[in-house]
């Protein structure tokens, strides 16, 4: 067990991390995901939102087990090394909207950080400019990391709040068991099916858990993390979680070119749209977010599997969140922007910058 905690603490256990993922998440789409959407997170959960009913948007709504998987792997992984510790306490109102926020900047992209490198790799050229907003997003906020912004310390608690989230995500697996889905029907049971467009796309279940376990399960090994890695160059010129990110997208370019699943240009990429402005406005958006909650999407829920209450508070901001985003009109589609998406992330960045500015301690 001590071998394999020291190896993922190495930079070829970070890049192993990135490579892993870099394999599957094409493959994820090879064998029924959306395309360029193996793993996404922020998609993920706004499907999971839909099939819960909480957004009425019908092309996206499916229980989405990598999720699951991602939260489940991660308990699992901390439990087997003595690493699950409850505790929680730590500004969860400002640590919910900003799950929010993060959830509206990147429906507005049309991706998590996760989604903008496999994007990418899929030859979307539109990602650029997601990723480039991801990066000034995160470089603003580093700005306040240095001014002394902080949410305060969580506090250790009762192992049960620990344990909710998971809980929570063992139960929506216990839901898809219950109401399968029935091919043609929109609904099944309490959950909500996609017919066509990308819900109604997915991989098998017991495929897509496994995966989401395994990637669950090595990146609470690794403590991966998209935001953690360009806010560690930024602000310390440190590079190891740097190679994780950078080893995923070069590892999924090739998966894509041998399945034949690369495709470069701007037009008509899959789940995406060409208003390149609001591609980068809406990753600022998500990116600062990400930076004030102390990590990005799939870094949440692998803190949310160990223990960390708070950060399973922003992955409830950010489902609640998607809700918010398609039933008030503000996320994207291939079409473009959605009506109110534009002054929505007006919205966002400035509660981001008045959480920023009105929560920093003095630096001695």
């Not at 959950?191 to 819900?199: A, H, I, N, R």
């Not at 935001?227 to 590079?239: C, K, N, P, S, T």
């Not at 402005?277 to 803190?303: I, S, Y």
């Amino acid at each position: 067990m001590s071998t394999i905690k020291n190896f993922f603490a190495t930079r070829w256990g970070i890049i192993s991390v990135g490579a892993f993922i870099g394999i599957f998440a094409p493959l994820l789409q090879k064998w029924g995901n959306p395309a360029n959407m193996g793993v996404c997170v922020a998609c993920m959960e706004r499907d999971i939102a839909g099939a819960l009913g909480l957004h009425r948007a019908a092309v996206v709504q499916y229980m989405r087990p990598e999720i699951i998987g991602f939260v489940l792997g991660s308990l699992i992984a901390a439990y087997a090394f003595k690493e699950f510790r409850a505790r929680a306490g730590s500004a969860p109102i400002v640590r919910f909207v900003l799950g929010a926020f993060a959830m509206i900047g990147g429906l507005v992209f049309l991706g998590c950080p996760w989604r903008a490198a496999l994007r990418l790799s899929g030859g979307d050229g539109n990602a650029i400019f997601g990723l480039l907003g991801l990066i000034g997003g995160i470089w603003i906020g580093t700005f306040f990391l240095k001014g002394g912004y902080n949410l305060g310390r969580a506090q250790k608690t009762h192992t049960s709040v620990g344990w909710l989230l998971p809980l929570i995500m063992l139960g929506f697996l216990v839901l898809m068991l219950i109401f399968p889905q029935v091919p043609g029907q929109e609904k099944s049971g309490v959950l909500f099916y996609s017919v066509k467009g990308p819900g109604s796309m997915h991989a098998p279940l017991l495929v897509s858990l496994a995966i989401g376990l395994l990637i669950g399960f090595l990146a609470q090994r690794s403590r991966f993390c998209t935001m953690g890695a360009i806010r560690d160059f930024v602000l310390f010129r440190q590079a190891h979680l740097l190679l994780g990110f950078i080893t995923l997208v070069v590892v999924a370019f090739i998966v894509n070119l041998i399945l034949g699943q690369f495709n470069p240009g701007f037009e008509k990429q899959p789940i995406a749209h060409t208003m390149s402005l609001w591609n980068f406005g809406g990753m600022v958006l998500a990116g600062l977010a990400f930076c004030l909650a102390g990590g990005c999407p799939g870094r949440q829920l692998f803190l949310a599997g160990e223990g960390d209450g708070d950060a399973a508070v922003f992955v409830l901001g950010m489902i609640v969140g998607a809700g918010i985003a398609h039933n008030f009109g503000l996320a994207s589609s291939p079409d473009g922007v959605g009506h109110y998406g534009i002054p929505a992330v007006i919205i966002g960045l400035l509660t981001c910058l008045f959480i920023g500015f009105t929560m920093r301690k003095e630096v001695a």
